[in-house]
Antibody, heavy 122, light 108 residues
Framework: QVQLQESGPGLVKPSETLSLSCTVSGGSISGYYWSWIRQPPGKGLEWIGYIYDSGSTNYNPSLKSRVTISVDMSKNQFSLKLSSVTAADTAVYYC????????????????WGQGTLVTVSS | SYVLTQPPSVSVAPGKTASITCEGN??????VHWYQQQPGQAPVLVIS???DRPSGVPERFAGSNSWNTATLTISRVEAGDEADYYC???????????FGTGTKVTVL
């Protein structure tokens, strides 16, 4: 059974960079598309971006200038960096896997991490 | 950007049927996926490709998609169905995932 686990600081100061990692267990990170998704308290889901195991990425235009997603195949892990954060970036951050296999992108998420709350505050 | 609009809330009595709509421009030409999110938990896929139920999802959950509206229908609603529901599509023209605004289902 594939499991995803987010990790990283729960508190980030304004203007600094938010950094999170997602560790994948029970399966390989290779051959799949991996995404970050966030949910501000009491609000809806927002897709942040994805990465494929080759390192190719695609980001939500609303965040593109501040987002970097990277992958570390040796650790079966991928990461999110969001720069110049403000209070509006306070949210639960989820990592998730696209349902496609063998490099095919299916367009939905079949596995999610439990989520981690990141608060932006001084 | 592509926008998916859902009603903020739907109320339904136990045993009755709840219908949750998801409106988007020509959404009938896309595959729609639905997620259930219980309070404090991660979303869970309940419908993929408009109408396919993943293993373990009750037959009470059904989906449809046509023209500008996709619909998630929950039959014989139970108290445990009380949750937030999100529709989602893959917007191929921009290679982006797009989520709907979300609907809170309340079981009366």
């Amino acid at each position: 059974q594939v499991q995803l686990q987010e990790s990283g600081p729960g508190l980030v100061k304004p203007s600094e960079t938010l950094s999170l990692s997602c560790t994948v267990s029970g399966g390989s990170i290779s051959g799949y598309y991996w995404s970050w998704i966030r949910q501000p308290p009491g609000k809806g889901l927002e897709w942040i971006g994805y990465i494929y195991d080759s390192g190719s990425t695609n980001y939500n235009p609303s965040l593109k200038s501040r987002v970097t997603i990277s992958v570390d195949m040796s650790k079966n892990q991928f990461s999110l960096k969001l720069s110049s954060v403000t209070a509006a970036d306070t949210a639960v951050y989820y990592c998730a896997r696209d349902g496609g296999v063998a490099g095919r992108l299916e367009g939905y998420f079949d596995y999610w991490g439990q989520g981690t709350l990141v608060t932006v505050s001084s | 950007s592509y926008v998916l609009t859902q009603p903020p809330s739907v109320s339904v009595a136990p045993g009755k049927t709840a219908s949750i709509t998801c409106e988007g421009n020509n959404i009938g030409s896309k595959s729609v996926h639905w997620y259930q999110q219980q309070p404090g938990q991660a979303p869970v896929l309940v419908i993929s490709y408009d109408r396919d139920r993943p293993s373990g999802v009750p037959e009470r959950f059904a989906g449809s998609n046509s023209w500008n509206t996709a619909t998630l229908t929950i039959s014989r609603v139970e108290a445990g169905d009380e949750a937030d529901y999100y529709c989602q599509v893959w917007h191929s023209s921009s290679d982006h995932y797009v989520f709907g605004t979300g609907t809170k289902v309340t079981v009366l």
